[in-house]
């Protein structure tokens, strides 16, 4: 079994309890809902309307329903990239910034099954490298697909493939779970690919 099967085993297994995102996921998300006011907190369920009036710690884990409650309650996919954009910026100069590689798309791209690792507790990613300038990354096993949660993740791999080129970068999601694939896949095209 190749680690990329055991991971998605392993969120085969999560199945069974509540599959949780990491703090550091929930850091921009939370801040736009609590910017958005009373009335969008106040519609919220109980345990995402705690996680937003309380204080998210970057270590901690959370459930996963948190984070795909407040991406569906944002406007739309434009939004929601655009968070995923601000996470990668905010997580690679800070939190994960031993996984930035500077001036290397596919170095810092190979660092993204750790980082999905680190973001999810099931699920696993898989790095290829399709071109000099063209990467696939496939999430196999998630236990709460959500096409809310692939426009955020399209985002953040758009962010960090930009931060390590310093050049505009395009991510197309062109398989996903929610639309009946046994995996998401995300070609990530750098400048010149
Ligand atoms: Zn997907």
Redesign the pocket.
Known sequence: MSAFDAGAARGTDATARTPRAKGTALFEVTRVARALGAEFVARLTPPTRNVVEGTVLAGSWYPETVLRELLEGLADDVERRRLGRLQARKDLESVYRSLFRAGDLLGTLSTFPMLWSLYHDSGAALFERCAAAHVRLSVRGFAL?S?AL?AFTAGWLQSAAELATDAPARVD?TT???RGADR?VFEVRGHGA
């Open positions: 697909p096409a692939c999601e996903c779970r929610t998401c």
